[in-house]
């Protein structure tokens, strides 16, 4: 099943949005962006700068208290509390992050590359991953798949097919859940063209949602969370839009962030202090300005009848 936009009262969707803070950092792009359990922020740029750095908000400044430099992050996960996990651009092992900055390999899948990682509140890890070569054209031979294992790598499940054999994913982007339901973005171009889909064990798609109605863009989903109360919320960069669904994929607001004057969405992280917080990275409109937001501000009386 598609879903696009549903029609809802503009009393019941009326969302007043605005920025609470902003910091410029030096990345050309925030491609991660992990909020970790003690508070620091994890952000890394593997298209340009290829950083690893490591951020915390004190007295309203982000202060760098970790740097790790040539290093092509793709995702971040945190399994236990200050235990960090990454996936890396073109690698078929998933590392540990220790105390000292240095990595620990800990899951290898070759011959398959990893991409998103995801670790659930039952301690099974999702891995995505795919064989090895050009990303697309997508050929017969592909292979496409979102890994289950539990916290040891031992292999419990994966998703490749329908019930019907055909192919679930194109390239898997991002992973997103929360109890049984598992979220993922999947792009069908380089440019990140692509859509969200809702997976159930064991092989069941929920729904797919494509984008809204009236893009000035293609969908391009850069990233996805699930917040507490089970919103779903995407980012769309080309569209200057945070998407935030329900869970049935229809829409329950669409913000449009270039009304403050945020161009080009991107990662996004919720703040494990409060869970109705969410940051996330932009930019601003002028070269090499990519911005991390403590949360992106919905007023209180949105957090009220939205996100708790």
């Not at 991002?174 to 339901?181: I, M, P, Q």
Request: glycine share 4%; aromatic share 10%.
């Amino acid at each position: 099943m598609e879903t696009d936009e549903e029609e809802h009262s503009d009393t019941e969707d009326a969302i007043i949005f605005e920025i609470q803070e902003e910091f410029k950092t030096e990345f050309g792009l925030v491609t991660n962006l992990y909020q970790r359990k003690d508070g620091s922020m994890l952000a890394c740029d593997n298209s340009e700068a290829h950083l690893l750095k490591c951020y915390r908000l004190e007295n309203r400044q982000l202060r760098t208290i970790q740097e790790i430099k040539d290093i092509k992050v793709f995702d971040i996960e945190e399994i236990e509390y200050s235990e960090i996990i990454m996936s890396f651009v073109g690698e078929s092992v998933i590392k540990r992050l220790n105390c000292e900055g240095a990595f620990e390999e800990v899951i290898d899948v070759s011959p398959f590359l990893i991409r998103a990682v995801h670790f659930t509140s039952s301690r099974n890890l999702l891995i995505s991953v795919r064989e090895k070569g050009d990303v697309l054209p997508l050929r017969t031979i592909s292979q496409r798949k979102l890994l289950v294992m539990d916290s040891d790598g031992n292999h419990i499940h994966e998703y490749e097919h329908d019930e019907n054999g055909q192919r679930l994913f194109t390239v898997i982007g991002r992973v997103a859940t929360k109890h049984d339901a598992i979220y993922v973005t999947d792009y069908t171009s380089y440019d990140m063209d692509g859509s969200v889909m809702s997976l159930r064990y064991p092989n069941k798609v929920e729904w797919r949602y494509t984008g809204s109605s009236q893009p000035r863009f293609k969908f391009r989903p850069c990233d996805i969370l699930v917040t507490e109360n089970h919103r779903i919320v995407i980012s769309d960069r080309d569209n200057n839009l945070i998407h935030i669904l329900k869970t049935d994929g229809s829409v329950l607001s669409l913000i449009d962030t270039m009304s403050v004057g945020i161009r080009w969405p991107y990662s996004l992280a919720i703040d494990h202090s409060d869970e109705q917080l969410i940051r996330w990275t932009c930019n601003k409109g002028e070269m090499g300005s990519n911005l991390i937001l403590p949360w992106f501000g919905f007023y209180q009386e949105f957090l009220t009848r939205y996100l708790r």
